[in-house]
């Protein structure tokens, strides 16, 4: 029997014994009466013994429509025990006449009050003996007058409340678990208005059978207005409280308002210094509503290393690995060093060495304000992809500011020394550029979202300072992509990405190789290998552009829980112009799989070209973790 079915049959239980003891047109009903107990099975006979006999029977219920069989045979100990048949007849007449009442219940529960019932059970020449369960369920009793009141029968305190605000509607049909299920929305109502504390006092269900209806009365003891009192924070041992305080999105004596405690915790836990964290009211009110609130926390390990693959058919197999410590000075200051080398076993533009990276990283949450983050990273690059070669170092600061839960913005500079080659010339660059970004997210998950949409507009800059490359230029896109989940439980989830850019400023031959558009690969048009999307050069290899347009489109099915298909289709071109045109757009369609663990997606996609150059392989194979949008 189902959680569901069992809540529903002990509410049903309430309205059957309140009308068994008032007689009366109008009776009382307690929907938290519980239900009889269903007849134990028979124990099974000693190891080696013979089994006992038994009388195998078949149950058919008429008479109901598709969701009151479901509930009846939830509620029916005839149907729970088929497959544990008693051994005479008179056994099974017992249980059908334990499931009249049980029966009856389940019919109340559901609003049918003059409902009746006839069990029925038949003779037959062999077993299974049929037994049928016949149902005339009558007129459903409807929800007529519903009140709201104190103790002391005076109004809630705060904006009026309307039945309809509770999911109980004026002649609806008077099922027993909408009762309970608006006090608890009744109590979730003023908890939201201030009144943290709030409790049922009574609820009076009555139902008159003249008029075949029910009326409700809810007394509920509202309690004092809750403001905000004092704060504690518990469990620190090397994160400054300060920073802890600091997250908290209310001054003491502000009125309680639960979505600013879900804000707190959620705020804190961003800090990614917990394990843990839980905010939380004291268990009563303080002195004129004035309630202390404790924060408690679970500080994780302050240090971590780790290491990863990656692999993909056009970009070779490649590997990391990382050391970094979480609280650096007490701020929650994340560090981390790392060491990355890619494309083992791809083709490069003639040495067959691998890409090499080396890479520092800094981020100082809160800093100068709260929801500020200063962001600093360090990297050397030696990077061997099919357009080009380059050795560069590169030094960044940010600063990340949150405007709102969804919406964030980052300016900084950055610096950069690089040598990049192609088949027709060596660039030598010194550039400075100032990163600008402007980012809206709206979906419900960082690594596998499933509704929502996101925005992101970004814009960098490039002043040159040294070197041959004389013009500034500045690369500029808008990213975006939607979720949409058919189903409502993230089964079924349509995924859609549109990403257009353009360089605005110098001709192409004076922009750098590694500032100019690619596309194709993982990330990009799958069923292409890596920056193999677009014009090329004299030699076949991939000379880049001023403009890129991506588009892409995925159906994320769940199979199980944890394993998931998704075919997909991507398009894209890069183009010369500085605008995209939108024209001969490549095609790549395949197949996904999806490994869902608790740190997001493992993704394996199979990818094949639709309108490939003669060039182009026949398919591609990219392994990584999260989805590919």
């Keep these: 029997m189902t959680a569901t079915a069992r809540s529903a049959l002990l509410l049903a239980g309430a309205f059957s014994a309140a009308l068994l003891t008032h007689p009366a047109a109008a009776r009382e009903a307690d929907p938290h009466a519980p239900a009889e107990p269903a007849p134990a099975a028979l124990p099974p006979g000693p190891e080696g013994a013979e089994a006992a006999p038994s009388l195998p029977y078949a149950v058919r219920i008429t008479g109901v429509d598709e969701d009151l069989l479901t509930l009846l045979e939830s509620a029916s100990t005839l149907v729970d025990l088929q497959e544990d048949p008693p051994p005479t007849l008179l056994g099974l007449e017992r249980r059908a006449d334990a499931d009249r009442?049980?029966?009856?219940?389940?019919?109340?529960?559901?609003?049918?009050?003059?409902?009746?019932?006839?069990?029925?059970?038949?003779?037959?020449?062999?077993?299974?003996?049929?037994?049928?369960?016949?149902?005339?369920?009558?007129?459903?009793?409807?929800?007529?007058?519903?009140?709201?009141?104190?103790?002391?029968?005076?109004?809630?305190?705060?904006?009026?409340?309307?039945?309809?605000?509770?999911?109980?509607?004026?002649?609806?049909?008077?099922?027993?678990?909408?009762?309970?299920?608006?006090?608890?929305?009744?109590?979730?109502?003023?908890?939201?208005?201030?009144?943290?504390?709030?409790?049922?006092?009574?609820?009076?269900?009555?139902?008159?059978?003249?008029?075949?209806?029910?009326?409700?009365?809810?007394?509920?003891?509202?309690?004092?207005?809750?403001?905000?009192?004092?704060?504690?924070?518990?469990?620190?041992?090397?994160?400054?409280?300060?920073?802890?305080?600091?997250?908290?999105?209310?001054?003491?004596?502000?009125?309680?308002?639960?979505?600013?405690?879900?804000?707190?915790?959620?705020?804190?836990?961003?800090?990614e210094v917990f394990d843990t964290v839980r905010v939380s009211l004291a268990d009563a009110p303080g002195p004129d509503g004035v309630t202390p609130v404790t924060v408690s926390v679970v500080e994780r390990k302050r240090r971590f290393i780790g290491a990863g693959v990656f692999f993909s058919t056009a970009e070779g197999l490649g590997t990391q690995a990382y050391w970094g410590h979480r609280n650096l000075f007490g701020g929650a200051e994340y560090l981390r060093i790392g060491a990355q080398v890619g494309r083992l076993g791809a083709r490069t533009t003639d040495l067959e060495l691998p890409d090499l990276q080396f890479n520092v990283r800094f981020r100082k949450p809160d800093f100068l304000a709260v929801r500020q983050t200063l962001a600093a990273s360090f990297s050397v690059v030696a990077e061997r992809p099919p357009a080009y070669e380059r050795v560069a170092t590169i030094l960044a600061a940010s600063l990340e500011r949150e405007i709102t839960d969804n919406l964030r913005v980052g300016y900084g500079l950055a610096t950069e020394w690089s040598r990049t080659r192609t088949d027709e010339r060596t660039y030598q660059s010194v550039l400075v550029g100032a990163p600008l970004s402007l980012n809206y997210d709206a979906s419900d998950n960082l690594l596998n979202p499933t509704r929502g949409y996101r925005v992101a507009l970004v814009a960098t800059p490039w002043y040159p300072v040294g070197g041959d490359t004389r013009s500034f230029f500045a690369a500029t896109g808008i990213i975006g992509t939607a979720y949409h989940d058919i189903a409502g439980n993230g089964d079924y989830v349509a995924a859609g990405r549109i990403n257009v850019s353009s360089i605005l400023g110098a001709g192409l031959d004076e922009i750098p190789p590694d500032k100019r558009y690619y596309a194709g690969g993982g990330g990009s048009v799958r069923g292409y290998g890596f920056q193999k999307v677009g014009p090329r050069n004299a030699n076949g290899d991939p000379s880049g552009g001023r403009s890129l347009v991506e588009l892409g489109l995925e159906m994320r099915v769940k199979v199980t829980d944890t394993i998931g298909i998704v075919p997909f289709v991507d398009a894209g071109m890069v183009y010369d112009s500085t605008f995209p045109t939108f024209a001969d757009l490549k095609v790549g369609a395949g197949l996904g799989l999806r490994y869902y663990t608790d740190f997001g997606p493992l993704r394996v996609d199979v990818g094949f070209p639709l309108n490939p150059d003669s060039n182009d392989a026949r398919w591609q194979l990219y392994l990584s973790l999260g989805q590919a949008f």
């Excluded at 009326?215 to 920073?243: K, M, Q, S």
Aim: aromatic share 6%.
């Design 101 to 271: 009442d049980r029966l009856q219940t389940a019919l109340r529960s559901a609003g049918y009050y003059d409902a009746r019932l006839d069990i029925r059970i038949g003779a037959a020449a062999a077993p299974p003996v049929p037994v049928t369960i016949a149902v005339e369920t009558g007129p459903a009793y409807t929800f007529d007058a519903v009140a709201v009141r104190t103790p002391d029968g005076r109004p809630l305190p705060g904006p009026a409340i309307a039945p309809a605000d509770l999911g109980l509607v004026r002649g609806e049909r008077a099922r027993a678990p909408l009762v309970v299920a608006a006090e608890e929305r009744l109590l979730s109502r003023l908890g939201e208005q201030g009144f943290a504390f709030a409790a049922a006092a009574d609820r009076r269900v009555v139902v008159d059978h003249d008029r075949r209806t029910m009326d409700i009365t809810y007394t509920v003891d509202a309690g004092p207005l809750v403001r905000f009192g004092a704060a504690r924070v518990e469990g620190l041992e090397e994160v400054d409280e300060d920073l802890v305080r600091g997250r908290l999105p209310w001054q003491p004596g502000e009125e309680y308002r639960p979505e600013l405690v879900d804000r707190a915790r959620q705020s804190i836990a961003q800090l």
